[in-house]
């Protein structure tokens, strides 16, 4: 069993910049390839980044956020990192991390949130314009 617990999140500014943090525990960290997504007030969950299950391995992402996010992995720490620059209003949501346990050591974790066996709670980012 896989914990999984997100932190970072806040207020910030238009143009600004967040690093969400998630940290694991329980489980072999780098037998899971990595996702971050996303829920915004009466929208569905979304995906935003994933990461293969190497540190510096295969990074995916949502369109929406290709060059301003970026997702890393730390296995000897046990953490996975989603770096957040040039934020906007639609950025505000609760972000999760979440854990795929399919996922190769090389390719990318999945977009599809149902292929992920374990979530955080989630942390608040809000984004004011």
């Known amino acids: 069993q896989v914990q999984l617990v997100e932190s970072g999140g806040g207020l910030a500014q238009a143009g600004g910049s967040l690093t969400l943090s998630c940290a694991a525990s329980g489980g072999i960290f780098r037998n899971y390839g990595m996702g971050w997504f996303r829920q915004a007030p009466g929208k569905e969950r979304e995906f935003v980044a994933a990461?293969?299950?190497?540190?510096?391995?295969?990074?995916y992402y949502e369109d929406s956020v290709k060059g301003r996010f970026t997702i890393s992995r730390d296995n000897a720490k046990n953490t996975v990192d989603l770096q957040m620059n040039s934020l906007t209003p639609e950025d505000t949501a609760v972000y999760y991390c979440a854990a795929d346990s399919r996922a190769s050591y090389t390719a990318s974790a999945s977009r599809t949130s149902t292929e992920y066996d374990y979530w955080g709670q989630g942390t608040q980012v809000t984004v004011s314009s």
């Open positions: 990461i293969s299950r190497r540190s510096g391995g295969t990074t």
